[in-house]
């Protein structure tokens, strides 16, 4: 059964979620439009629309996600940046058109240039050389649905996305963290349905003990 919700985010750091994909980069000297030789971009998808991932394990169970391909279609996009472990300094961003970011049918792509700044510059070539080859975004839900069969939540509206950020660490401790919030209460639930179940037990066997005694 499927249930939907909406959410509603604020600003503040701990509402946002984080969300990590392999950073499939291809380091390019040049742009579409541009002509400098010095000009270093790293590109990739930083949203993959459909692919189910899993997000979280509770015990044996396994709780998953997935973005709808219409998620981005009321995003507010209009001042993002690219950075590192999501902080740091910034080294690209929408504003100053150095973070280009388009939505197509597979997800959200995203192309930073990155030579305006040191850091950018030692981030290329760290990216480039395998260093680093993962990347993370941040964002609040606007909306999303719940499928207790399969344990699987929809994002289904983006309200906002704040960053694209290249991480070095798979695991990185934001992801799971958020990840956890994002599924704090269905697990909540689970805990409680399995609580009563047991009671339930309990409580049926100590009616079968006292029918037993009763014939005794």
């Known amino acids: 059964m499927s249930q939907?919700?909406?959410?509603?985010?604020n600003a503040r750091w701990k509402d946002r979620e984080f969300r990590e994909f392999e950073f499939e980069i291809r380091a390019s000297k040049l742009g579409e439009n541009d002509d400098d030789p010095e000009a270093l971009y790293v590109?990739?998808?930083?949203?993959?629309?459909?692919?189910?991932?899993v997000l979280w394990e509770y015990g044996d169970m396994q709780y998953k996600e997935k973005v709808a391909p219409t998620a981005l279609a009321e995003a507010d996009m209009s001042d993002v940046?690219?950075?590192?472990?999501?902080g740091g300094k910034v080294m690209a961003r929408t504003r100053n058109k150095t973070l280009e970011?388009?939505?197509?049918?597979?997800?959200?792509?995203?192309?930073?240039?990155?030579?305006g700044t040191d850091e950018g510059r030692k981030l290329y070539q760290?990216?480039?050389?395998?260093?680093?080859?993962?990347?993370?975004?941040?964002?609040?839900t606007k909306e999303t649905s719940y499928?207790?069969?399969?344990?699987t939540r929809t994002v289904l509206r983006i309200k906002k996305v704040y960053d694209v950020s290249a991480v070095d660490i798979p695991a990185y401790d934001t992801t799971s963290i958020s990840a956890r919030s994002a599924f704090e209460t269905e697990i909540e639930k689970v805990k409680e349905i399995a609580a009563a179940a047991?009671?339930?037990?309990?409580?049926?066997?100590?009616?079968r003990k006292l029918a037993l005694q009763t014939y005794l």
Not at 43 to 53: D, I, L, M, P, S
Not at 101 to 115: P, Q
Not at 198 to 203: C, E
Request: aromatic share 12%; no cysteine; proline share 1%.
């Open 4 to 9: 939907t919700t909406t959410e509603t985010p």
């Open 81 to 86: 940046i690219f950075n590192y472990n999501h």
């Open 147 to 151: 499928d207790s069969e399969t344990r």
């Open 101 to 115: 970011m388009k939505v197509d049918n597979k997800g959200l792509f995203i192309r930073a240039r990155l030579d």
């Open 126 to 140: 760290e990216i480039k050389g395998g260093y680093i080859d993962r990347m993370s975004y941040a964002y609040t």
């Open 198 to 207: 047991a009671k339930a037990s309990a409580d049926a066997e100590l009616r």
């Open 43 to 53: 590109e990739g998808y930083a949203v993959r629309f459909n692919e189910v991932t």
